[in-house]
């Protein structure tokens, strides 16, 4: 093993164990399990009114793509993204990171994938949750797990590439909140809507070109937020999300190795 | 002497603003004071010198090598920040811990290391608690718990005594003595002179990011003493104490303090002042409740050096 991976990998057990005990951490867990809770209210509501069916598969298309992928990702990858280098230095805490014996870039690498492992499995725990009460009458059938596990993938994918752009926003803005929410609440929920090759500059995009065939139980209410996706292949679609991850990282710690941070008195 | 530590022509900016000018030292073995006011430039030296800052102009040299992005230097250096910042989350004994799994030791070894800094700074029967819950003194200990920990050769502390009660002080400067007794290099910085005397004799005198002087301590109290002090005394009859001393070749001026029983004599020989003081005393047996030296602060010595 190299001496850089040596020190990602210590910086990585370093924040892993923090992280876990962050206060913020549990709020955003609760949140993460939000769509269980409404899967649950959902299937309630069904037994105590009889004759309502819940169409599992779509009331689940609809939490992935409305909550999960378009809120939910966006929101943890921001803030934690932005607080890879942030808290450090608002809790003046970075010296301790800084005069030690590990390459800048594995402190930027290392936090980035202590925070992602962690949020894949806290968005992962909540999605499967809300999966087995919406599908908790075909457990059985293969198909279903099939969607979840491509589901939670391309959760997955979308934090990795969220986390690496926000990681880069912060170690090179200092109001990297205030840009990373104008780019997840105006640029990647309103460019994907765009006709022709335009969407194609939102990472949206592609998350979107690589979720499991919706099952929308009809014409069911989000179709047309589909409406206009011109899907890019799934290969198109996982090249372009690595390339822009990579990049990310890749500049965010170039940039870290040569900037100089002062603390705010 | 054997210069472990470096510094040619080096200057740090801070925009517009000074923070370090053509500073030229060379720091050996054994404990350096770096005194100066506010605002002086010893955090910005400390920062270049820990790599934390790159050089506007000048290099700076841990062994002979550029401390900026030397990554491999730092572990042979503890750096002790000034600011009280912590991983709140963590106890004691994971923060030390934790950190010198940073450096690439091995769960083990991190262990017994941290149990045996944070023995060094009697902190080890409180390692199982939250960092939320340690006093201001046990902060400033486990700072330095984690400074030496991987068994740095150099050892810089800023403002380590700062904000601790006496008793505290008293054992951090108990500490940094034992290290320079076990052959370690150490900068400290402080505002404080007494506090800085009370570890070394060896001072850099900094001043709005220039080395004002240098050298050891009675250089130093040289340098001071061509200058007039102001020297406090409050007793039952100030009048009658100002009257024996006014005539004496080492009173440069009395003035009457805002309180009735204080008198402040200014002396350009303060030995000679203070022995006449207290022959008056002990042969007129002058109440004395109170002598001080409103000029036994650092500022006060730079204003004196800087002619301010």
Same mark, same amino acid.
């Given at each position: 093993m190299s001496a850089l991976a040596r020190s990602v990998r210590s910086v990585f057990s370093f924040y892993l164990f923090i992280v876990r005990r962050a206060r913020r951490t549990k709020i955003f867990a609760l949140v993460s399990f939000l769509p269980a809770l409404a899967a649950l209210v959902i299937r309630v509501n069904a037994w105590l009114s009889p004759g309502a069916a819940v169409d599992g598969p779509a009331v689940f298309s609809n939490i992935i793509l409305t909550f999960n #992928?378009?809120?939910l990702i966006l929101v943890l990858a921001l803030f934690y993204g932005t607080s890879i280098l942030a808290e450090e230095l608002e809790g003046k805490t970075l010296t301790y990171l800084t005069t030690r014996a590990v390459p800048k870039a594995a402190i930027i690498l290392g936090k980035y994938a202590a925070y992602v492992s962690f949020l894949i499995v806290m968005v992962a725990a909540g999605v499967t949750l809300a999966f087995v009460i919406l599908f908790a009458d075909r457990l059985g059938d293969a198909q279903a797990w099939l969607v979840l596990a491509r589901s939670a993938a391309v959760l997955a994918l979308g934090l990795l590439t969220y986390t690496a752009f926000f990681t880069l926003a912060g170690v090179l803005l200092k109001k990297s909140i205030l840009f990373g929410l104008m780019f997840s609440f105006g640029w990647e929920n309103i460019v994907p809507y765009f006709p022709g090759a335009t969407q194609r500059f939102a990472i949206m995009h592609? #998350?979107?070109?690589? #979720?499991?065939?919706i099952s929308t139980g009809g014409e069911g209410n989000f179709a047309f937020l589909?409406?206009? #996706?011109?899907? %890019?292949?799934?290969?198109?679609?996982?090249?372009?999300l690595a390339v822009v991850t990579a990049a990310a990282l890749g500049l965010a710690c170039w940039a870290f190795a040569r900037k100089e941070y002062l603390f705010e008195e | 002497m054997t210069a472990v530590i470096r510094a040619d022509k080096l200057s740090k900016w801070y925009g517009n603003v000074l923070g370090l %000018?053509?500073? %030229?030292?060379?720091? +050996?073995?054994g404990i350096t004071g770096l005194l100066g006011p506010n605002g002086a430039g010893k955090s910005t030296f400390m920062k270049l010198v820990t790599g934390q800052l790159?050089? &506007?102009? +000048?290099?700076?040299? $841990?062994?002979?090598r550029p401390i900026w992005n030397a990554t491999g230097l730092f572990a042979r250096i503890g750096f002790c920040p000034e600011q009280d910042a912590f991983y709140d989350e963590l106890t004691g004994g994971e923060f030390v811990t934790r950190l010198l799994g940073l450096q690439g030791f091995s769960r083990t070894e991190a262990m017994a290391r941290a149990e045996k800094a944070l023995r060094f700074v009697e902190l080890f029967a409180e390692k199982d608690r939250l960092l939320r819950g340690y006093s201001r003194g046990m902060r400033q200990r486990l700072k330095i718990a984690q400074t030496i920990a991987h068994d740095p050769e150099i050892l810089i502390l800023d403002e380590p005594l700062n904000g601790l009660d006496p008793l505290s002080k008293r054992k $951090?400067?108990?500490? $940094?003595?034992?290290?320079?007794?076990?052959?370690?290099? $150490?900068?400290? &910085? &402080?505002?404080?002179l007494p506090e800085i005397e009370a570890l070394t004799r060896s001072i850099v005198l900094l001043h709005q990011g220039k080395i004002l002087a240098q050298g050891d301590i009675p250089y130093i109290r040289d340098l001071i003493d061509k200058h007039p002090h102001k020297i406090s005394v409050k007793c039952a009859d100030p009048r009658a104490l100002a009257s024996g001393l006014l005539e004496q070749p080492s009173v440069r001026a009395i003035q009457f303090g805002p309180e009735a029983e204080t008198v402040v004599f200014e002396t350009q020989d303060r030995d000679a002042f203070f022995g006449l003081l207290t022959r008056l005393i002990v042969e007129? +047996?002058?109440?004395?409740?109170?002598?001080? %030296?409103?000029?036994?602060?650092?500022?006060?010595?730079f204003d004196y050096l800087v002619g301010t």
């Open positions: #992928l378009q809120f592609y #998350l979107k070109s690589l #979720l499991p065939p589909m409406f206009k #996706l011109e899907p %890019s292949t799934p290969a198109a679609a996982i090249v372009t | %000018s053509d500073v %030229s030292l060379e720091i +050996g073995p790159k050089p &506007s102009l +000048g290099r700076v040299e $841990i062994f002979g $951090i400067i108990r500490l $940094i003595r034992d290290l320079r007794d076990a052959g370690r290099t $150490i900068i400290v &910085s &402080s505002h404080v007129n +047996g002058q109440d004395i409740e109170e002598i001080t %030296s409103p000029d036994d602060n650092l500022q006060a010595v």
